[in-house]
């Protein structure tokens, strides 16, 4: 098996409701490699999660005010993601208020 993790995919983040960002794939774990946020629209308390289907489980909390902003990077070379999400879990954010949060999320797949 190659364990080796895909290039980076870096996705948009625009949303004003809790969303799954990065859906679930049944074969594949997720790795996180960078999030970036701004409360753009409003103070807000952003989680981040893991969901399995039937179960979410909170990874992180960051409360950020109006236009603050937050990133979230692992900048160890020899360490090429942040945190990893099983296979058949997807990431998701849950927002405290309906403002805007935008960002991107940068991530891999394990072959």
Do not use: W
Not at 24 to 34: D, G, L, N, P
Not at 72 to 94: H, R
């Amino acid at each position: 098996m190659n364990d080796s993790i895909t290039r980076p995919i870096m996705i948009p983040v625009d949303i004003a409701t809790t969303s799954v960002v990065i859906p679930a794939v049944a074969s594949q774990y997720i790795y996180i490699r960078q999030i970036a946020l701004i409360a753009d629209g409003g103070a807000n308390t952003i989680t981040i999660q893991k969901y399995d289907g039937s179960t979410y489980t909170d990874l992180s909390l960051l409360p950020l005010q109006s236009n603050g902003s937050f990133v979230f990077e692992n900048t160890a070379p020899d360490y090429p993601f942040l945190f990893d999400i099983e296979p058949g879990s997807s990431l998701v954010l849950d927002l405290s208020a309906s403002t805007q949060v935008s960002g991107h999320i940068s991530y891999g797949y394990r072959k």
